[in-house]
């Protein structure tokens, strides 16, 4: 059962990740073009949701929202809440037997 669990996590990271990449990606192109743009909201809801290292490439690799305090600190700051979840999880599984 932890096989399948650990799959689907792993599958559920990957696309949250591939989607927060991709919404900056997206965003930047809106940008340049004046065009409707993705809404500041919904990166973050991404980057929480589990997509936050995908963000924060997507930041680095797109140059986009770079110069925003509240994303060059909020991205960071998420990346490490999973972080330190991850790390409760992986201690309970290790000590806890779960």
């Keep these: 059962m ?13 696309l949250m990740n591939s989607a927060a990449f991709i ?8 940008a340049k073009r004046g065009a409707w743009r993705i809404p ?10 589990g ?4 963000s924060l490439t997507g930041m680095y690799t797109f140059r986009h929202k770079t110069r925003h305090v509240k994303f060059t600190i909020g991205m960071p700051l998420i990346l490490l809440f999973h972080l330190a979840i991850a790390g409760v999880f992986l201690y309970m599984q290790v000590f806890g037997g779960m």
């Design 23 to 30: 919404a900056m990606g997206v965003d930047k192109s809106k």
């Design 40 to 49: 500041e909201k919904t990166l973050f809801l991404l980057s929480f949701l």
């Design 2 to 14: 932890n096989e399948k669990i650990s799959a689907i996590a792993f599958i559920y990271l990957l």
């Design 51 to 54: 997509g936050s290292i995908g």
